[in-house]
């Protein structure tokens, strides 16, 4: 089946490092995704990752795949308080182009 | 800025109503998907339009259509609507499908079905 799990509340101290995590079951996903929303707002596409990869790097952003246990992470370095968001896993099957979207982690920065 | 707009960005209906939504990709884009975002939901696929084509869809009945034109602008519309209908439209503009990675949402259009 399809489907997209994510924890759905993170709280982490500002500085220190945000690791939200993603679990999907679909093994022909082509890219792994991760979007930020802010109140009100649409949806910003942070990373992506094709599925062959197993790191990305971008700056304070670093996802890690591991294609065997379907697991997707999103780590996000020296967190301040404006990655306060909800963070959104997708993936893309291949088969008809849609994307799956997880129903997303809040993420909150404490003082 | 992601270069893909969408229009009206809030409106208000009533149950029975039809509603147009519109969607401009962004530039080079020729793909453009429609999703469904209730609240404190993830967004749900809705349908997707290549070469003014659908290309695939999701579990939406058929009063859920749409348009792709020309110049890649895209159109949702929703017949009939029903109250469970509310929620945060998203337009996102893709090039040649997913084959990219890239894809890019507008801001959304939020629908209020009373």
């Known amino acids: 089946g399809e489907d997209v799990e994510q924890s759905l509340f993170l709280s982490v101290r500002e500085g220190d490092s945000s690791v939200i995590n993603c679990t999907y079951t679909?093994?022909?996903?082509?890219?792994l995704y991760w979007y930020k929303q802010e109140p009100g707002a649409g949806l910003q596409l942070l990373t992506y990752?094709?599925?062959?990869?197993d790191m990305k790097q971008d700056q304070r952003l670093t996802v890690l795949l591991n294609k065997k246990d379907k697991h997707l992470s999103l780590r996000i370095a020296d967190t301040q308080t404006g990655d306060s968001a909800i963070y959104f896993c997708?993936?893309?099957?291949?088969?008809?182009?849609?994307?799956?979207f997880g129903k997303g982690t809040r993420l909150h920065i404490l003082p | 800025e992601t270069g893909v707009t969408q229009s009206p960005t809030h409106l208000i209906k009533t149950r029975g109503q039809q509603v147009t939504l519109r969607c401009s990709s962004q530039?080079?884009?020729?793909?453009v998907s429609w999703y469904q975002q209730a609240l404190g939901q993830g967004p749900q696929f809705i349908f997707q339009?290549?070469?003014?084509?659908?290309?695939g869809r999701g579990n939406f009945p058929p009063r859920f259509s749409g348009l792709q034109f020309p110049n890649y602008s895209s159109e949702l519309n929703v017949n009939a609507l029903e109250l469970d209908d509310s929620a945060l439209y998203l337009c996102?503009?893709?090039?040649?499908?997913?084959?990219?990675?890239?894809?890019?949402f507008g801001e959304g259009s939020r629908l209020t079905v009373l």
């Open positions: 996102a503009s893709s090039l040649k499908g997913l084959n990219t990675g890239e894809l890019f």
């Open positions: 679909d093994s022909s996903s082509t890219y």
């Open positions: 990752i094709f599925s062959n990869m």
């Open positions: 997708a993936e893309a099957l291949n088969r008809d182009d849609k994307i799956i």
């Open positions: 530039s080079g884009h020729n793909t």
């Open positions: 339009y290549y070469r003014e084509e659908e290309n």
